[in-house]
């Protein structure tokens, strides 16, 4: 679903001291990628079958530099 709306990649992270939250980093290919994906009414119903219990909350960043290891 994320691919159909423009998702480039994507990584999942574990929520530190609580197991059941994940955070998701998406790479979009535009800021109106994303909005896309929020709109389409396909989207909830696919991520309930996916494990989603709450609705997600999004957070838009750019990223301003890429830093070696």
Sequence with gaps: ???RHG???AEAFRGGDDPNRVYLVIDWESREAP???RADPEVP???RSGGITAPPQFT???QV???PG
Excluded: G, I, N, Y
């Design 60 to 62: 838009f960043v750019e």
């Design 65 to 67: 530099a890429e830093l």
């Design 35 to 37: 909005e896309r994906f």
């Design 7 to 9: 998702s480039r990649r």
């Design 45 to 47: 119903p696919t991520m």
């Design 1 to 3: 679903m994320r691919r």
